[in-house]
């Protein structure tokens, strides 16, 4: 039975569903509940006890779904609150920082690796302690993007808008200093901006979080003989706890398409 139970995926808001659309290309059987915490959105300025508290707040909304696995789809949440999520619930978690992480240490040639995310992703450190897990010779290199989240939500993330190019040089400039061969874009809206940063950064190599971590959920439920062998399309339902309306105009530049099920609002 446990199988066909759905997985549980949440972010701050809209952004993970750049996560969920890795997950619906890779994982088509399976059933997802979405929650996106759209009336707390954004996460990435908030403190750690105050990140631990919504993210434990956003598991139990998903438990209430009987979920069989959760996956944390905000680089923040999971930067800040991953420990405490592992320790207080007996179901297998996943998320973003770690396969991300282990992704990038893997493609690197000179070790030097850079990291673009939230002022508190910055801030716990999660990023060069996943890096140097995987080899203590690392060097990471991270940098807090304040302007990049709220960027993206209002539609400019294009390679040719002016905008875009200015705040991303000036962000990216001191990395290229460092001469790193890879950026992680370690927060759910970056996986947008990919084209620009890849036309500022030429020749370095970029790694989308979300896309390395639906390879670690699918290896889990694997040994945990959770994947569903269903051949049906799984249903996938939306909750958020603000603004549906908005998070259904906006689903389509993160999903790629568009929702292919209600958006409920809740409250948690
Ligand atoms: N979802 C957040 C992340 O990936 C970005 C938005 C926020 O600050 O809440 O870090």
């Known amino acids: 039975m ?31 509940i979405y929650f996106g915490d759209t009336a707390r959105v954004p996460y990435g300025g908030r ?20 979920v069989k696995a959760v996956v944390i789809a905000c680089n923040t949440a999971d930067a800040m609150a991953r420990k ?17 992480a282990q992704k990038a240490v893997s493609v690197s040639k000179n070790k030097k690796i850079g ?12 990023y060069e302690a996943a890096a140097k897990a995987v080899d203590p010779a690392v060097r990471v290199f991270t940098r807090a993007c304040p302007l990049l989240v709220p ?36 927060c759910t809206h970056y996986p947008l901006l990919k084209d620009a940063v890849a036309q500022c950064l030429p020749d370095v190599q970029i790694i989308c979080s979300g896309e390395a971590s639906t390879d670690t959920l699918h290896e889990m439920l694997v040994a945990n003989d959770l994947l ?17 309306a908005g998070f259904t105009e906006n ?15 809740v409250q948690i």
């Not at 066909?4 to 997802?32: A, H, N």
């Not at 569903?228 to 549906?244: E, I, K, L, P, T």
């Open 2 to 32: 446990k199988k066909k139970q759905p997985i549980g995926v949440f972010d701050s808001g809209l952004g993970g569903l750049t996560v969920v659309k890795s997950l619906i290309e890779q994982m088509p059987y399976e059933d997802i």
């Open 47 to 66: 403190s750690c006890e105050t990140i631990q508290a919504y993210a434990c707040q956003d598991v139990d909304f998903l438990l209430q779904y009987d």
């Open 84 to 100: 405490l999520i592992e320790q207080r619930y007996p179901l297998p978690v996943v998320g973003v920082v770690g396969p991300a």
């Open 115 to 126: 990291v673009i995310c939230t002022r508190a992703t910055v801030k716990s450190g999660a």
């Open 151 to 186: 960027l993206v939500e209002n539609g400019r993330f294009a390679k040719e808008d002016k905008v875009v190019q200015i705040i991303l040089d000036e962000y990216l400039e001191p990395l290229h200093r460092e001469g790193i061969d890879t950026l992680v874009l370690g």
């Open 228 to 244: 569903n062998d269903s051949q049906d399309a799984g249903v996938h339902r939306y909750f958020v706890s603000d603004d549906a």
């Open 251 to 265: 689903a389509e530049l993160f999903l790629g398409r568009s929702l292919d099920g209600a958006v409920q609002c």
